[in-house]
């Protein structure tokens, strides 16, 4: 089997992809992907010996680029068109990740692949905007919009679950948002079913992410029950404060991937209780506990 070129192998996605692929995993950091050195872009992936391109590799700071959107659209919108022209002229497949928050904030039901997307935000409108330049670039591609994820090691800077497990334990009241809704998607699942697609030979623009819709609150109430942890998590029906005008709304279904019969994807609370198992088996949890 051909190798699979991560780009973006550093990150949390990224990482899912590199420990679920192993051996047959090729890697490149977000680092190795300057937009001012379009012919190295093409070298890596034309030497790399790939079979398939997975682009992971992403500007994430939401809230960041309201206030500055250069280095979003750097790496959100040029750097997929780059990486899409590379594949082409090298003849392989690629795989973009994108985000179900380009939908926007116009629907009260879960937002479907027919649906046109109207983003509220500067880092979702650079989404967007790789999306299409990735089609533009002529590759053959499959795009994959996703969010909410969870997941990677316990000391990861951006561990949302691993972090609200550290707050329950440290306090016997918290609050959570239960104004916003979306779905918990755990990489490790993303991982696995974006390989079974792209796997499978579909092409286009699909959703993928777990089954089910929570609000902040449920997420973050289930994540401290998975834990048991005694800290009653109470809903706040003020929506969090942040520069980015996100949706309230980034629920999203797999409605092509089940059509296609490719949807491997659990339930969000099934996800929740596997990774938050997963951590309590860590030599974090065991620290932690012990210093309790």
């Known amino acids: 089997m051909s190798p699979t070129l991560i780009l973006g192998a550093g990150g949390m996605l990224g990482q899912a992809f590199v420990g679920l692929l192993g051996e047959n995993a090729l890697t490149a950091s977000r680092a190795d992907l300057s937009i001012t050195d379009i012919a190295a872009i093409d070298r890596l992936v034309a030497t790399s010996g790939a079979g398939l391109v997975v682009n992971c590799a992403a500007h994430t700071n939401v809230d960041a680029a309201e206030g500055d959107p250069d280095p979003a659209f750097a790496v959100n919108a040029l750097l997929p068109g780059l990486v899409g022209t590379a594949c082409r002229r090298a003849a392989i497949p690629m795989v973009h990740i994108s985000s179900t928050g380009c939908y926007g904030a116009w629907k009260d039901e879960a937002y479907t692949e027919e649906d046109a997307p109207r983003p509220t935000t500067v880092h979702h409108r650079s989404k967007l905007a790789g999306e299409e330049a990735v089609r533009d670039s002529g590759v053959e591609h499959l795009i994959v919009r996703t969010g909410w994820l969870f997941g990677g090691a316990a000391d990861a800077p951006k561990n949302f679950v691993w972090k609200r497990m550290v707050e329950a334990a440290a306090t016997p009241r918290m609050t959570s948002d239960a104004t916003q809704r979306g779905n918990p998607t ?7 079913q974006v390989l079974h697609a792209a796997n499978a030979g579909y092409r286009g623009t699909v959703n993928a992410v777990s089954h089910g819709s929570a609000s902040r609150y449920d997420y973050v109430r289930r994540i401290v029950e998975a834990a048991g942890l005694p800290c009653a998590v109470e809903p706040s029906t003020t929506p969090f404060q ?3 005008p996100v949706s309230p709304n980034e629920v999203a279904v797999n409605q092509r991937l089940g059509l296609l019969g490719l949807d491997i994807m659990p339930d969000w609370t ?6 938050v198992a997963e951590l309590r088996r860590s030599p974090e949890w065991a620290e932690m ?4």
Do not use: C, E, I, T
Not at 186 to 192: I, K, M, Q, T
Not at 289 to 292: F, H, I, L, S
């Open 242 to 244: 942040r520069p980015a």
């Open 186 to 192: 755990w990489v490790d699942d993303l991982a696995r």
């Open 270 to 275: 099934d996800a929740v209780d596997a990774y």
């Open 289 to 292: 506990k012990g210093r309790a």
